[in-house]
T-cell receptor
C-alpha cells in the first residue's frame, strides 16, 4: 500500500542553523501539507501546497519557514534559522485530489534544537 | 469555524473490556470527521472517517464510530481492547469552509490498556 515517507526520522541541530525536512508524498497525490506537534500538545497545521504554490498557511508559518517541491517526488520544509521553540515532531501529509478530504500522514521527523 | 473537543486526556481499560473515546465537534458546515491513531514513535494512521454517508463507520482493527448530528459527537468505540491498542488517538474535523481542507485536530486521548 502506498505511503508517505519522511527523512530523517530524527534531526538534531544547533539554534540558528538551517534545517531541511524531506517528505515523499504518495505518488499521484496533488495536495501536500506540513504539520507540527510540539511535545504534549496538539497537532498544528503549518502549510498546504498545491500546483507548485502555497495555498494556505497558518500564523506559525512565518518568514523563517519555506516549502518547496524541487522535483516530481519530494516535498521539503526548510527552517532558515532554527529556534529552541521549533523543537517538535513535523508531519508531512498528502491528499489525492479535490474529490476527497482524507489526508495520509508520514511517520514524522523529530526535530530537536539545542 | 470548526473545532473539536476530546473529552478525556487519558482513558484506562483492562484488556478484553470495551473502549470508548469521546469526541465532540463544532462546525458551520457539513463536516468530515476522522479518527487517527499514533503509536509511540510512529506517525498518524487513519483509523476511520465519516463523510456524510452511513452514520456508523467501521474502521480498522475493530474500531468503529458513530456520527450523531444532534449531539455533535463522533465517539470511537471498540468492543474488546487489546494490548496493541495502547496509543494516542486523535479526533479530527474538516468542514471545507471557504474551500479549505485544513483539518482541526483534537488534543488527543491516550488509551492505556492493562493486562
Amino acid at each position: 500500500e502506498p505511503e508517505v515517507t519522511q527523512t530523517p526520522s530524527h534531526q538534531v541541530t544547533q539554534m540558528g542553523q538551517e534545517v531541511i525536512l524531506r517528505c515523499v508524498p504518495i505518488s499521484n497525490h496533488l495536495y501536500f501539507y506540513w504539520y507540527r506537534q510540539i511535545l504534549g500538545q496538539k497537532v498544528e497545521f503549518l502549510v498546504s501546497f498545491y500546483n507548485n504554490e502555497i495555498s494556505e498557511k497558518s500564523e506559525i508559518f512565518d518568514d523563517q519557514f519555506s516549502v518547496e517541491r524541487p522535483d516530481g517526488s519530494n516535498f521539503t520544509l526548510k527552517i532558515r534559522s532554527t529556534k529552541l521553540e521549533d523543537s517538535a515532531m513535523y508531519f508531512c501529509a498528502s491528499r489525492a485530489g479535490e474529490s476527497t478530504d482524507t489526508q495520509y500522514f508520514g511517520p514524522g521527523t523529530r526535530l530537536t534544537v539545542l | 469555524a470548526q473545532s473539536v473537543t476530546q473529552l478525556d486526556s487519558h482513558v484506562s481499560v483492562s484488556e478484553g473490556t470495551p473502549v470508548l473515546l469521546r469526541c465532540n465537534y463544532s462546525s458551520s458546515y457539513s463536516p468530515s470527521l476522522f479518527w487517527y491513531v499514533q503509536h509511540p514513535n510512529k506517525g498518524l494512521q487513519l483509523l476511520l472517517k465519516y463523510t456524510s454517508a452511513a452514520t456508523l463507520v467501521k474502521g480498522i482493527n475493530g474500531f468503529e464510530a458513530e456520527f450523531k448530528k444532534s449531539e455533535t459527537s463522533f465517539h470511537l468505540t471498540k468492543p474488546s481492547a487489546h494490548m496493541s491498542d495502547a496509543a494516542e488517538y486523535f479526533c479530527v474535523v474538516s468542514d471545507r469552509a471557504g474551500g479549505s481542507y485544513i483539518p482541526t485536530f483534537g488534543r488527543g486521548t491516550s488509551l492505556i490498556v492493562h493486562p
